[in-house]
């Protein structure tokens, strides 16, 4: 994958030093007043389980309805979240990224937040520990090295499931060692859509590369 000059801006000595905690949720919401308030707190609350420092970045894809309202009663409650714009529709996850200062990234969108967490804890600790580059929890969420993943998450656009599938498709084609899931089975599967960029099985979150 070429790196662009945004992406090169991103991976300055600067920027990789600029490591504050250890997990940066990204939350891009558009119109989810109904969802984002739950999704932030039930995030902060799995990731006080763990015992680890984070920060949630709430991504604002210009939503139109209360959900800055809804936001700002959750400030209270959940002291690590911040509010922050992404330059238009489409661009959450990319606009997150750039501001993040965690070293893992934990990409979700609010409804798939409402959903099974199976497995999260699992992918952080994997990614942490340099198991994998990143956990493509497919259909749920997606935990990378932050470092790693910033090329592939530069200029990335589009909404919810797909933005998700495209940035799973950008991890693998810039040969990050992923490990692909399916949230709720206990085995590891791969969606056709990825098999063309993981000619081998991916390791999984509980082994270590030799």
Do not use: Y
């Amino acid at each position: 994958m070429t790196v662009t000059a945004a992406a090169q801006n991103l991976l300055s000595p600067q920027v990789l030093m600029s490591t504050c905690f250890e997990v940066s949720v990204v939350l891009p919401f558009g119109d989810d007043e109904d969802a984002i308030g739950p999704a932030v707190q039930r995030l902060a609350a799995e990731l006080r389980t763990m015992s680890i420092s984070f920060e949630v970045l709430a991504v604002d894809e210009d939503s139109g309805d209360n959900s800055h309202a809804v936001l700002a009663l959750q400030r209270a409650r959940v002291p690590e979240l911040r509010v922050i714009h992404a330059p238009r529709r489409g661009r959450g996850a990319d606009a997150g990224a750039a501001r993040a200062q965690g070293r893992v990234l934990w990409i979700i969108d609010p409804h798939k937040a409402l959903g099974p967490m199976t497995g999260a804890a699992e992918a952080i600790r994997a990614v942490r520990e340099g198991t994998v580059d990143a956990v493509v929890m497919h259909d749920a969420f997606i935990v990378a090295n932050r470092v790693r993943a910033l090329p592939a998450l530069t200029g990335l656009r589009g909404f919810r499931d797909a933005r998700q599938r495209r940035l799973a498709r950008r991890l693998a084609a810039g040969g990050l060692r992923l490990d692909v899931q399916q949230v709720e089975t206990t085995t590891s599967t791969r969606p056709r859509w990825l098999s063309a960029f993981l000619p081998r099985r991916a390791p999984s979150s509980t082994s270590r590369p030799s």
